[in-house]
């Protein structure tokens, strides 16, 4: 064989490798979570800049922001992750946790103007991200049917998303909406009728 055919498979074996790397290495980081969909850095909290200054070896730098190293595994709640699990089960479709919508540190909650009372730095809620209505009453009915039933709906923009929480000290069966850019509240639809 000539030497140019080894260049050649070399070449092509490069290129699926390194679109197939995502695949492998989130299959990889699954195999040492307790969950069958998530893994703990997906709940890592956001870090501020003052936290990034002050800890710069407790940070890590994902999809945009800079994340505390262990602060998912260390605040959210397992049981909580594990609904969601099972909840991602039910849609049959990989939806996925927010940018910083897993466990906030109080002073990142109140840096992105976070509700005083939120659920996140309790670690007990998460914002999933959703692209099409469809998709939006798939992720309501799993949630509901795993027991969730505390909901922020977000419908426009590229923030398209959905809050839930499993607080309990907090009013129960309830949903709301969010403004929108121009300061306008969207009413979302009742999650009990999806």
């Known amino acids: 064989m000539k030497w140019w055919y080894f260049l050649i498979i070399a070449v092509v074996l490069i290129v699926i490798l390194y679109f197939l790397r995502r695949r492998i ?11 069958k969909h998530f893994t703990w850095d997906e709940f890592d909290s956001p870090a501020t800049n003052k936290f990034k200054r002050d800890n710069p070896n407790k940070v890590y730098f994902k999809n945009g922001k ?24 039910c849609a049959d479709f990989s939806f996925k ?7 906030r540190t109080w002073d ?3 840096q992105i103007g976070g509700a ?3 659920s996140h730095p309790e670690g007990e809620g998460s ?12 992720i309501l009915r799993c949630l509901i049917k795993v027991g969730f039933n505390r909901f922020g709906i977000r419908l426009k923009g590229s923030g398209k998303s959905v809050h839930v929480d499993m607080s309990t ?3 129960q069966f309830i949903y709301w909406g969010y403004k929108d850019k121009q300061g306008n509240y969207i009413s979302p639809p009742n999650p009990w009728q999806a």
């Open 25 to 35: 290495i989130r299959k990889v980081k699954l195999m040492g979570s307790p969950f």
């Open 66 to 89: 800079w994340h505390i190293i262990g602060s998912g595994k260390e605040n959210m709640s397992e049981v909580f992750i594990r609904r969601l699990d099972i909840a991602r089960d």
């Open 97 to 103: 946790i927010e940018r910083g919508g897993g466990y």
């Open 108 to 110: 990142y909650n109140t």
């Open 116 to 118: 005083s009372l939120s």
């Open 127 to 138: 914002d999933i991200d959703y692209k099409t209505e469809e998709d939006l009453k798939i």
């Open 169 to 171: 000290t907090k009013k």
